[in-house]
Antibody
Framework: EVQVAESGGDCIQPGGSLRISCAAS????????MMWVRQAPGKGLEWVST???????YYSDSVRGRFSLSRDNFRNTFYLQMSSLRVDDTARYFC????????WGPGTLVTVSA | QAVVTQEPSLTVSPGGTVTLTCGSN?????????PYWLQQKSGQAPRTLIS???NRHSWTPARFSGSLFGGKATLTLSGAQPEDEAVYFC?????????FGGGTKLTVL
């Protein structure tokens, strides 16, 4: 069964750093495009970043230069390293694949607050 | 900066048919935009209904279908059920970055 599971969310102070994870099962992350999407409380969905099979990465304007993606093929997991966190980064972060692997986990909550 | 537009809200009667649309300020939506349609019910994670314009998933009820019409991506619900009440998001690809629409709140009433 194709599944993803996010983890690593926490409450962090502005300016801090955090790494969240997305563990996939049922398909190899290194052969699929994977993306992070976030949803601030009471708001819509916002695309954050994507990594494609060849390793190229794309970021939204709001996170470029502060967030970075990486991938661990052995663990079949990909990561979002977040730094210089701001209050407006507070959201539930979801990961998902593309095409037939477009499944969603419950997300992981990142709260940035003093 | 690309902007993806959706109807803010729509209402459909039980058993009725409704079409949601997804447009782009950069021009016509095509298959090269790889439109996706997601359903999000209150308090739940999103669920992908349609990938790459027309492809249903194993969990997608047959009453949902995706297409292109009039330069937009469309999601048609034929035979609405009370459990279809939700917010529906579309998302389009722009040669790397993706952009979500603001979502359509669908009421079945």
């Amino acid at each position: 069964e194709v599944q993803v599971a996010e983890s690593g969310g926490d409450c962090i102070q502005p300016g801090g750093s955090l790494r969240i994870s997305c563990a996939a099962s049922g398909f190899p992350v290194n052969m699929n495009s994977m993306m992070w999407v976030r949803q601030a409380p009471g708001k819509g969905l916002e695309w954050v970043s994507t990594i494609i099979p060849n390793g190229n990465t794309y970021y939204s304007d709001s996170v470029r230069g502060r967030f970075s993606l990486s991938r661990d093929n052995f663990r079949n997991t990909f990561y979002l390293q977040m730094s210089s966190l701001r209050v407006d980064d507070t959201a539930r972060y979801f990961c998902t694949g593309h095409g037939g692997n477009s499944v969603w986990g419950p997300g992981t909550l990142v709260t940035v607050s003093a | 900066q690309a902007v993806v537009t959706q109807e803010p809200s729509l209402t459909v009667s039980p058993g009725g048919t409704v079409t949601l649309t997804c447009g782009s300020n950069t021009g016509r939506v095509t298959t090269n935009s790889f439109p996706y349609w997601l359903q999000q019910k209150s308090g739940q994670a999103p669920r992908t209904l349609i990938s790459d314009t027309v492809n249903r998933h194993s969990w997608t009820p047959a009453r949902f279908s995706g297409s292109l019409f009039g330069g937009k991506a469309t999601l048609t619900l034929s035979g609405a059920q009370p459990e279809d009440e939700a917010v529906y998001f579309c998302v389009l690809a722009y040669n790397g970055p993706w952009v979500f629409g603001g979502g359509t709140k669908l009421t079945v009433l």
